[in-house]
C-alpha cells in the first residue's frame, strides 16, 4: 500500500468547528508513518485562494511510540506544524511510501459548528472503507 489511507466522515457543508471524543480501541500495529485519529476543519486547497490549510486534533501512533495526544497545523505561508501533547492510554481520550497499518478508532458525540450553532454532525460522506455509523458516532478501522 503507498501513501495514506483514510476512513470516517467529511462534512459535505462547510463548518466553522468541530468536536468529538476519540479513542483507540486497540493499540494500532504501526509499520511505516503513523495511524491517527483526528478531527479538523480545513485542508488540502480549502484555505482563502486554494491555499492549503487546516486545524486537526487527535491521537495518533508511531512506530515504537505509542500512542500520543497532537495538535497539527497549517498555515498559509507557514509550513506544517506538528505539536506532541504527550502520552495518550488505549481506551481513553486525555486532554512515500508506506506499509498497511491497523488501527480502531472510535469517535463519539461528534458535533459541527456553523456560526457558532453547534449541532450533531449530520449529512455527510463516507470516506474509506474501514468506517461505520450508528445512532451515537462512528467507528473507523483497518
Known sequence: MHGYSYAGYASRD???GVAARIRALRMPSVQSGHAAGWVGVGGIHEGP????EWL?????????????????SV???DGRRFVDLGR????RWAAGHAACNRYAYRFDG??????SDWSALGDAEAVGAGVRR????????S
Do not use: C, K, N
Open 14 to 16: 462547510g463548518v466553522s
Open 49 to 52: 485562494g486554494g491555499a492549503s
Open 56 to 72: 486537526q486534533a487527535g491521537i495518533a501512533a508511531f512506530p515504537g511510540a505509542g500512542l500520543r495526544l497532537y495538535v497539527e
Open 75 to 77: 498555515s498559509r505561508g
Open 88 to 91: 495518550a492510554v488505549v481506551g
Open 110 to 115: 461528534v458535533s459541527v459548528s456553523h456560526a
Open 134 to 141: 450508528d445512532r451515537s458516532g462512528f467507528l473507523a478501522s
